[in-house]
């Protein structure tokens, strides 16, 4: 009778495989460009508990490239029931030209049960640069080798329906201060990066209701549909207009409290459950959102230190935290084709070990009330752990509950001062400002330009080369640094003091020569008339280069025409 009982389990375990097949799919596109998003329906038919678990059931597109790389492209569910005809997806940007085969493959259980029919399509040539990688400490590289700087400032979310903030709580709830006013405007005024946050109030795309936010509709279903909407989206409108994202991850609904797994802070990060539900999350981000080029890069935390420490009698273990962010680390690159940039960020205490992993391709740190620390950070850093160093946050203030308006001038000077220390140091993102509000609200980031219009420039004489400078100066209230890009060197110099005054800059060039040099005056963000000079000495010698209290300006030296 036993036997009989385990050979009929079997028989039906046989027939749910044998009953799950790939039926179909389709190309959306009638042609597909490289680097832009190629879409397939896909239908299949087959059993399951939840379409969004792997150990569940999972579909892959395998592709062969045209240089015969092997692709594996995660898909991901759309609609349909368990055991009915279901529509899955499939989103891939073609990294090379040329012709694509490919096929669908099922799995249940971790075990293969269908393998559709072979096709091919053949990837066109576009104008679009591709993804963006690490190449050194001061530049990004997108897939085609142009080199990359992120302008930017942070964008985490969108106006919230009850902001805590005591004296700008009807600023922070403007309507207004969505993407689509948010994000053209960081381009308008020169931005090409930013920095947003998937949250219980943001971009909840694992959230089921509490939103702080009239712009989500409660849903039962595992991911919610107008959060994914939402993030759809973001992406679309990013990519319109050349914006690059930093996309922080966080938590998700991780807590039991929420649907998730994680009975505490600390058992997220070593829960088997949560982890595992935390890999099913990467993966439906990856198949959905991975195509992307308008990603620069995944964050898993903002400021996990803080997290650590929110018990500060009973902080969580360094080591798990590195583990997690290990082993999570590793998981994406492992399905993430295209290979995003990976960071994670921190307030201001390290994470022992984590600053060392290995798929954790930028290291990165938040700076407030102390912006003249930017560019000693960055050094320090990109020496004790040899990988690029970026600061996500930075202000004057990091107190909501404070009254900005009551030191304005410092917050605005404070803003200008984190991107200039910022391109002039070894940092492929400039520094990244906080409060983008209150900045949009002042009409201080329209200054964004001024330092677009350097970077710009740096970017095409050096063609992403950078080397630093030892330029010096013997007045003590102005900040100096130098950088030679191609054959023309960059100096920014600020006076910090409250008066005016004239200055001796010395700046150690390679050989002599008959050189020009120009004076972009910051603040109006306008070029003096160039001016020529003999220079005999391996010391170049400008005296008495006007700058003004608490202004600042960039000399840019070149060989004479």
């Excluded at 569910?77 to 030209?97: D, I, L, N």
């Excluded at 099922?106 to 679009?128: C, G, M, R, W, Y």
């Excluded at 909840?204 to 279903?221: C, L, M, Q, V």
């Excluded at 900005?404 to 605005?412: G, P, W």
Aim: glycine share 4%.
């Amino acid at each position: 009778m036993k036997k009989k009982f385990l050979t009929l389990l079997f028989c039906l375990f046989v027939a749910t495989l044998l009953n799950a097949q790939v039926q179909g799919f389709e190309l959306l596109n009638k042609k597909v460009l490289q680097y832009e998003k190629a879409e397939w329906n896909i239908q299949l038919i087959a059993e399951w508990q939840n379409p969004y678990l792997q150990e569940d059931i999972a579909l892959d597109m395998l592709l062969t490239s045209p240089s015969g790389k092997k692709i594996i492209l995660p898909c991901y569910y759309e609609s349909g029931e368990s055991g009915k005809p279901s529509k899955w997806k499939a989103r891939f940007a073609a990294q090379e030209t040329g012709n694509y085969t490919y096929s669908f493959q099922l799995t249940k259980a971790n075990e293969i049960v269908s393998n559709s029919a072979q096709s091919s399509f053949q990837s066109n040539a576009s104008v679009k640069n591709g993804f963006l990688h690490t190449k050194n400490n001061w530049v990004l590289e997108f897939d085609n080798g142009k080199a990359f700087r992120g302008i930017g400032e942070n964008i985490c979310w969108e106006s919230r329906a009850n902001d805590d903030s005591k004296f700008f709580k009807e600023l922070h709830e403007k309507e207004k201060y969505n993407y689509e006013y948010m994000l053209p405007s960081l381009a308008k005024h020169g931005g090409n990066f930013y920095r947003t946050w998937i949250s219980s109030w943001n971009l909840p795309i694992d959230w089921k209701k509490g939103f702080n936010s009239k712009r989500y509709t409660a849903s039962d279903e595992y991911y919610n549909p107008s959060a994914v909407k939402a993030l759809d989206r973001l992406v679309t409108l990013s990519d319109s207009l050349g914006l690059y994202i930093m996309l922080t991850l966080g938590t998700g609904a991780s807590d039991v409290r929420s649907g998730g797994f994680a009975t505490s802070s600390a058992d997220f990060f070593v829960n088997p459950l949560a982890k595992q539900k935390y890999k099913n999350r990467l993966r439906y981000i990856i198949a959905r959102w991975g195509y992307s080029t308008s990603i620069a890069t995944w964050e898993f935390f903002n400021e996990v230190d803080n997290v650590q420490f929110s018990n500060r009698n009973a902080p969580i273990s360094a080591a798990s935290i590195t583990d997690w962010h290990a082993e999570m680390s590793t998981y994406l690159k492992s399905i993430d084709l295209y290979k995003h940039i990976v960071t994670t960020s921190i307030s201001h205490r390290d994470v022992k070990g984590m600053n060392d992993l290995p798929n954790i391709d930028i290291n990165q740190k938040h700076i407030y009330k102390n912006t003249k620390v930017i560019p000693s950070t960055i050094v320090k850093y990109e020496e004790d752990y040899k990988k690029p160093y970026v600061i996500g946050e930075y202000g004057y203030e990091y107190d909501w509950q404070k009254n900005f308006n009551l030191f304005a001038n410092e917050m605005d000077s404070d803003f200008k001062r984190g991107m200039w220390y910022g391109l002039f140091s070894s940092t492929p993102i400039l520094p990244m400002s906080w409060w983008w509000e209150y900045f949009d609200d002042r009409g201080t980031d329209v200054y964004l330009n001024r330092i677009k219009i350097i970077s710009e420039e740096m970017l095409a004489a050096g063609k992403g080369s950078f080397e630093k400078v030892n330029a010096k100066t013997t007045d003590s209230a102005t900040e100096i640094f130098a950088v030679a890009c191609g054959n023309k060197v960059f100096v920014y110099a600020y006076n910090h003091s409250a008066t005016d005054k004239k200055v001796s800059l010395q700046i150690p060039l390679k050989s002599p020569a008959e050189l020009s040099y120009k004076i972009f005056d910051c603040e109006p963000g306008v070029y003096s008339k160039a001016k020529k000079i003999k220079v005999t000495s391996a010391d170049m010698k400008l005296r008495k280069i006007l700058l003004h209290a608490n202004a600042d300006v960039v000399l840019i030296i070149s060989k004479a025409e």
